[in-house]
């Protein structure tokens, strides 16, 4: 790891400093929404058995210092990020060819390349398409060269659930609080000048873009009322997040529902024509017509338990309601893609963004990331992931979201010996970002943890796009803006980064 550029941030804090701290930053969490369910461990169903706590989402009790140069590039490529992928989205053929390498040994892939090949048989009715993206970044410091700046590096690319934008937008005003009350020292207090803390306008930002989408569905094919569909898991411990968006939705009269995924064969019909229809368990005798599917369930496996769960997410992909995402811009989010795409000299990107500027910032964001199979450099990458010494710089990962997936370092070649060689093109095998050395204070159920941390910035982005048919094969994008960003920061000795899986905290920036 490169050595901190700011080592003595965050301040040590007296006990009486780190008390005003922390009672001001509980209190505004739960005012805020700032919250999360607690766990079974944290407290039992015997303690809270009608289900009513909550408690402060792992939250840094600083912002963490970012660069400000990487953090504006972040930004700054977002658009030609989301125009990336909704013609990556609008390109079944080529996506098809992705898709192939991996069919026969990825059931899942599989079985969501199926539901599209179903759809696409009796024909799609819906060609209005959404995309909620995240880009997610480190801060990469060539640990073998001094002096160089550091530069932003893309950890992978989200197109399906990407979370934490309602709870992000809050972060960044809670520390900016702690700052206004002065909770903080002097010290940080210079830090934090005007200006190096940007506010996410994440929760508001994303909200817009399921509310853009609604509007775009155009008139309802039935007499019912019209709504937006929150496809979430039961139960969801990160139920805040998305709580902020459904209400920044009925600030401007957007009604939304949370289905549990589970239950969308009993409370959603389609009609003849693939209007899909909710009807609220509550009140059965007034149905709505839902313009847009909004998923933040159904990207891993443990979501279909039951073969019913695929039927399910086959009637949501036939129905009229615009999809985010639909199956295509699904597997889109596959990290076969982002490896094709990183590939030196591949023609894919600048097919895809011809904006020759655009294409070479994007570009300038990829880390090495290399194919499992037989290719040239699938057989270098063998070597590299079977060797110790070797395997020491990469991380080996499937096809898989929502975090806990990923093999690292020296246990890569371990794993793969317990793997079919036919299996290993099923992965991809990234080098390492190695960020530089932070520290922060991470409140978590309660407790202060204190160290050295690693911090992730995800931007997010907002694509509303047209896909082509016939003629017009190209499709059109209609709606494309950054939609502001989320800091997620972890202990330094943990690999993973996920909040909702247990390993990091929300955080926000503080640009130096
Ligand atoms: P998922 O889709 O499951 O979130 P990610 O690719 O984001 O998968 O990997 C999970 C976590 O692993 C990231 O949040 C990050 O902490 C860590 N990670 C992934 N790729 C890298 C990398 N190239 N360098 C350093 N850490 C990484
Ligand atoms: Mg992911
Ligand atoms: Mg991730």
Not at 187 to 215: D, E, R, Y
Not at 243 to 270: A, I, M, N, Q, W
Not at 337 to 366: G, I, Y
Not at 404 to 429: C, D, M, Q
Request: proline fraction near 7%; charged fraction near 20%; charge should be neutral.
């Amino acid at each position: 790891m490169a050595p901190s550029l700011f080592p003595d941030y965050p301040p040590k804090l007296t006990s009486e400093q780190e008390q005003y701290l922390l009672s001001n930053l509980k209190d505004w969490s739960i005012a805020h929404g700032l919250a999360v369910r607690p766990t079974a461990s944290f407290v039992s169903q015997k303690q809270d058995p009608s289900g009513v706590l909550a408690t402060t989402a792992p939250v840094t009790l600083f912002p963490s210092l970012f660069p400000r140069a990487c953090f504006e590039e972040g930004l700054a490529i977002q658009q030609a990020f989301n125009e990336l992928y909704s013609a990556i989205s609008r390109d079944e053929n080529w996506l098809r060819g992705i898709v192939e390498e991996l069919v026969d040994i990825d059931d899942f892939v599989a079985k969501l390349w199926g539901i599209h090949v179903t759809v696409k048989k009796e024909g799609y009715v819906q060609d209005l398409s959404l995309g909620l993206f995240r880009s997610d970044y480190m801060v990469h410091i060539d640990p073998s060269v001094s002096g160089v700046s550091p530069a932003l590096k893309q950890v992978e690319f989200n197109t399906i659930a990407s979370s934490f934008g309602g709870l992000s937008s809050q972060v960044s005003v809670l520390h900016n609080y702690l700052s206004k009350i002065n909770a903080y020292p002097h010290s940080v207090a210079s830090i934090i000048k005007s200006n190096s803390l940007p506010q996410s306008k994440s929760a508001s930002s994303l909200a817009a873009g399921l509310a853009a989408a609604h509007k775009a569905y155009g008139s309802p094919r039935t007499s019912y009322p019209t709504c937006i569909l929150f496809v979430v898991q039961d139960p969801e411990r990160n139920v805040f997040d998305q709580r902020h968006l459904e209400y920044s939705l009925l600030e401007v009269g957007v009604r939304s529902f949370r289905l549990p995924f589970h239950r969308t064969l009993s409370d959603t019909k389609l009609e003849s024509d693939r209007t899909l229809v909710y009807i609220p368990p509550n009140s059965p005798s007034t149905p709505y017509e839902i313009t847009t599917a909004y998923f933040r369930a159904g990207y891993s496996p443990d979501d279909y338990p039951n073969p019913e769960d695929w039927t399910a997410r086959l009637q949501l992909e036939r129905s009229r309601a615009i999809k985010c995402p639909s199956i295509l811009t699904h597997l889109a989010g596959c990290k076969k893609v982002q490896q094709v795409l990183a590939t030196p000299h591949s023609p894919h990107l600048k097919r895809f963004l011809p904006n020759d500027a655009a294409a070479s910032r994007v570009l300038a964001t990829f880390a090495p990331i290399y194919p499992l199979d037989k290719s040239d450099s699938g057989m270098e990458a063998r070597k590299l992931a079977t060797t110790p010494e070797l395997a020491q710089r990469y991380v080996l990962k499937p096809q898989r979201e929502g975090g806990g997936n990923n093999v690292y370092r020296k246990t890569i070649p371990e794993f793969l010996k317990t793997l079919p060689e036919s299996h290993w093109p099923a992965h991809i095998l990234m080098e390492m970002i190695e960020p530089p050395a932070l520290k922060n204070a991470i409140l978590r159920n309660g407790e202060v943890q204190k160290g050295g941390v690693i911090g992730e910035l995800g931007v997010y982005g907002v694509c509303l796009w047209k896909n082509g048919s016939g003629l017009d094969n190209e499709g059109k994008v209609l709606e494309n803006w950054e939609a502001g960003y989320l800091l997620r920061t972890k202990g330094d000795q943990s690999e993973e980064g996920g909040v909702a899986a247990g390993f990091g905290a929300v955080d926000s920036c503080c640009l130096v």
